[in-house]
């Protein structure tokens, strides 16, 4: 909770640093990685700082958690940081970088608003920092001792055990812990992160859903080839079976709640793979209750594990399948061609929603959901790369 002298000068200044955020961000970057360019080469993701998706999913977070501590001091917005926590840990973050963090960033904020960052004002702003930090870090620990694994030595190294191309873009890579222990517990709609080591010598991570249940002996990621994406073209071009990778122990808050409430799992494109564990997870637990797959693609070649997809689907006695293709097959259903219309689709009352995919995707599917009575609270969604939600809602 913040102290009252600092709320009084967060909420005051709130607008100025909110209007600020993102050249702030920009700037703490550039210095953040002129005095440590090894993080740029080995842990931050250069896709995302070139594009300045990761600059503005750090400001609407910032942003977002500063008006949260204002507007509801006697809450915290454990979802928005348990988020963050699980993508850190995946990445193997350690409490000694958010010193790293803080200096630069308050060098940044300094620089960008000048005279203005009175001695309250640092004050203030650093109750702000400090307590999402040490909320983050308290969570970090939390799952690696859940794990087992150190702080911030999450890796074991796997073994391709086979490869599949799925689509003329995704390849599912099978994996097997090289050490031969036993393949540690995951939670259906998890992901993993993967480390590779790239010709210029910067070993960059990226995040991929775990397409397989929980309970699998055999962990299975599928990876769509990005056009400029340096891991996802490595893996497509490099790596064969019995080759081996570096591979984080599962994180990721988007997973599929116990229980028999109704299920709705919506994707578009690789969004279906978290959603592809997930109901494999339900057709092994035989779950009853109604489960509604929704997926969009451009057309059924397309589709990633279209055939589990379906096969899945058609295993749960009270499942409904729904693939909507921009370019769909001969005979398939002219109601389910181009985007995703919920409105002939039952969504049962009580239902837990599940999204992945493509941000406007999402945006449109929550906006169905809403108008068919579904709690925004019972709406739940995994983001592909930076958050931008946060983001995009600090802009509307």
Same mark, same amino acid.
């Given at each position: 909770?913040?102290?009252?002298?600092?709320?009084?000068?967060?909420?005051?200044?709130?607008?100025?640093?909110?209007?600020?955020?993102?050249?702030?961000?920009?700037?703490?970057?550039?210095?953040?990685?002129?005095?440590?360019?090894?993080?740029?080469?080995?842990?931050?993701?250069?896709?995302?700082?070139?594009?300045?998706?990761?600059?503005?999913?750090?400001?609407?977070?910032?942003?977002?958690?500063?008006?949260?501590?204002?507007?509801?001091?006697?809450?915290?917005?454990?979802?928005?940081?348990? $988020?963050? &926590?699980?993508?850190?840990?995946?990445?193997?973050?350690?409490? !000694? =970088? +958010?010193?790293? #963090?803080?200096?630069? *960033?308050?060098?940044?904020?300094?620089?960008?608003?000048?005279?203005?960052?009175?001695?309250?004002?640092?004050?203030?702003?650093?109750?702000?920092?400090?307590?999402?930090?040490?909320?983050?870090?308290?969570?970090?620990?939390?799952?690696?001792?859940?794990?087992?694994?150190?702080?911030?030595?999450?890796?074991?190294?796997?073994?391709?055990?086979?490869?599949?191309?799925?689509?003329?873009?995704?390849?599912?890579?099978?994996? $097997?812990? &090289?050490?031969?222990?036993?393949?540690?517990?995951?939670?259906? !709609? =998890? +992901?993993?992160? #993967?480390?590779?080591? *790239?010709?210029?010598?910067?070993?960059?991570?990226?995040?991929?859903?775990?397409?397989?249940?929980?309970?699998?002996?055999?962990?299975?990621?599928?990876?769509?080839?990005?056009?400029?994406?340096?891991?996802?073209q490595h893996l497509h071009a490099h790596v064969r079976e019995g080759d081996r990778l570096?591979?984080?122990?599962?994180?990721?808050?988007?997973?599929?709640?116990?229980?028999?409430?109704?299920?709705?799992?919506?994707?578009?494109?690789i969004g279906c793979t978290p959603m592809v564990s997930m109901l494999e997870h339900l057709?092994?637990?035989?779950?009853?209750?109604?489960?509604?797959?929704?997926?969009?693609?451009?057309?059924?070649?397309?589709?990633?594990?279209?055939?589990?997809?379906?096969?899945?689907?058609?295993?749960?006695?009270?499942?409904?399948?729904?693939?909507?293709?921009?370019?769909?097959?001969?005979?398939?259903?002219?109601?389910?061609?181009?985007?995703?219309?919920?409105?002939?689709?039952?969504?049962?009352?009580?239902?837990?929603?599940?999204?992945?995919?493509?941000?406007?995707?999402?945006?449109?599917?929550?906006?169905?959901?809403?108008?068919?009575?579904?709690?925004?609270?019972?709406?739940?969604?995994?983001?592909?790369?930076?958050?931008?939600?946060?983001?995009?809602?600090?802009?509307?």
């Amino acid at each position: 909770m913040l102290s009252q002298t600092a709320t009084t000068t967060v909420r005051a200044t709130l607008p100025a640093i909110g209007a600020a955020i993102e050249e702030i961000t920009a700037l703490f970057y550039d210095k953040l990685f002129t005095a440590h360019p090894q993080l740029l080469r080995d842990l931050f993701n250069r896709g995302n700082q070139a594009a300045g998706t990761q600059r503005q999913a750090l400001a609407g977070s910032i942003a977002a958690f500063a008006a949260h501590l204002v507007d509801r001091p006697d809450e915290r917005p454990d979802a928005m940081l348990a $988020r963050i &926590a699980h993508k850190h840990a995946s990445l193997g973050v350690t409490a !000694g =970088q +958010y010193k790293v #963090v803080h200096k630069h *960033l308050f060098e940044a904020i300094v620089e960008v608003l000048g005279d203005a960052v009175t001695p309250e004002v640092a004050a203030g702003w650093d109750e702000v920092y400090w307590l999402m930090a040490n909320a983050l870090i308290a969570l970090e620990d939390r799952l690696y001792a859940e794990h087992g694994v150190l702080k911030g030595d999450t890796w074991r190294d796997w073994e391709v055990a086979g490869r599949v191309e799925e689509t003329a873009e995704v390849a599912t890579f099978r994996l $097997r812990p &090289a050490d031969g222990r036993p393949v540690p517990a995951a939670k259906p !709609g =998890q +992901y993993v992160s #993967v480390q590779v080591e *790239l010709p210029d010598g910067a070993r960059q991570i990226r995040q991929y859903s775990l397409s397989s249940a929980p309970g699998s002996a055999l962990r299975t990621i599928a990876v769509k080839r990005v056009g400029d994406g340096e891991v996802s073209q490595h893996l497509h071009a490099h790596v064969r079976e019995g080759d081996r990778l570096r591979i984080s122990a599962p994180y990721g808050d988007l997973v599929l709640k116990d229980g028999d409430a109704p299920v709705l799992l919506a994707s578009a494109g690789i969004g279906c793979t978290p959603m592809v564990s997930m109901l494999e997870h339900l057709a092994a637990t035989g779950r009853t209750a109604p489960v509604t797959v929704v997926h969009a693609d451009r057309s059924p070649a397309t589709h990633p594990l279209r055939a589990d997809h379906g096969a899945l689907a058609e295993k749960l006695p009270s499942a409904s399948a729904h693939f909507f293709y921009e370019h769909p097959e001969p005979g398939h259903p002219a109601g389910r061609t181009g985007l995703v219309d919920l409105a002939d689709i039952e969504v049962a009352d009580g239902t837990q929603a599940y999204l992945c995919g493509p941000l406007p995707f999402m945006r449109a599917v929550r906006e169905q959901l809403l108008a068919k009575g579904v709690p925004a609270a019972d709406i739940h969604y995994e983001v592909f790369g930076p958050d931008l939600w946060l983001a995009a809602a600090q802009e509307s």
